[in-house]
T-cell receptor, first 113, second 115 residues
Framework: AQSVTQLGSHVSVSEGALVLLRCNYS??????LFWYVQYPNQGLQLLLK??????LVKGINGFEAEFKKSETSFHLTKPSAHMSDAAEYFC???????????FGAGTRLAVHP | GAGVSQSPSNKVTEKGKDVELRCDPI?????LYWYRQSLGQGLEFLIY????????KSGLPSDRFSAERTGGSVSTLTIQRTQQEDSAVYLC?????????????FGNGTRLTVT
């Protein structure tokens, strides 16, 4: 079965600093990978997805992620953090051929002035 | 509406009571998913519908949990004889298809508190 591990349940950065949220996956087949963001009291919103077309994936709000097969990683980055980026971020892998998502435990991002 | 709608947004119930949680997916979306989000367990898959059928209900935690979907649209998740460990946010998502280019659209969830 596929699984996802997110390193760091909490990450804190200064406004304007680089954001790096780590995700490693385990999959026996080429994976479909996703990053979702959840703002307080809201559902999840898709940031970006990897579906094997390109290893560097650009998403919304200036985020991007790079798929590295050799490292089984799909880390999320943003060059310059904004206060509005404060939220919880989830990495997920698709299983079963019907978009059943297996989520990581999530990383809560705090951005301070 | 434009998005996935879930009701109620909050539900407080006494242990042992039954509850029904409703999900209105985006019109035309054939796939519908229920997830549970709780402290310590993260986001757990519960059940997947394609149309009115549920090919994968492997995530339902016990036989107290059931779900149905009618008319290829609205879905109801029912929890019977609620227990305190059922307290969580229940999220519904829909998708126009099941391919990788069909992202899931999530509702804002129903926060269930069992006292």
């Amino acid at each position: 079965a596929q699984s996802v591990t997110q390193l760091g349940s909490h990450v804190s950065v200064s406004e304007g600093a680089l954001v790096l949220l780590r995700c490693n996956y385990s999959s026996s087949v080429p994976p479909y990978l996703f990053w979702y963001v959840q703002y307080p009291n809201q559902g999840l919103q898709l940031l970006l997805k990897y579906t094997s077309a390109a290893t560097l994936v650009k998403g919304i709000n200036g985020f991007e992620a790079e798929f590295k097969k050799s490292e089984t990683s799909f880390h999320l980055t943003k060059p310059s953090a904004h206060m509005s980026d404060a939220a919880e971020y989830f990495c997920a892998v698709s299983e079963g051929g019907y978009n059943k998502l297996i989520f990581g435990a999530g990383t809560r991002l705090a951005v301070h002035p | 509406g434009a998005g996935v709608s879930q009701s109620p947004s909050n539900k407080v119930t006494e242990k042992g009571k039954d509850v029904e949680l409703r999900c209105d997916p985006i019109s035309g979306h054939t796939a519908l998913y229920w997830y549970r989000q709780s402290l310590g367990q993260g986001l757990e898959f519960l059940i997947y519908f394609q149309g009115n059928s549920a090919p994968d209900k492997s995530g339902l935690p016990s036989d107290r949990f059931s779900a149905e979907r009618t008319g290829g649209s609205v879905s109801t998740l029912t929890i019977q004889r609620t227990q305190q460990e059922d307290s969580a946010v229940y999220l519904c998502a829909s998708s126009p298809g099941t391919g990788s280019n069909s992202p899931l659209h999530f509702g804002n969830g129903t926060r269930l508190t069992v006292t």
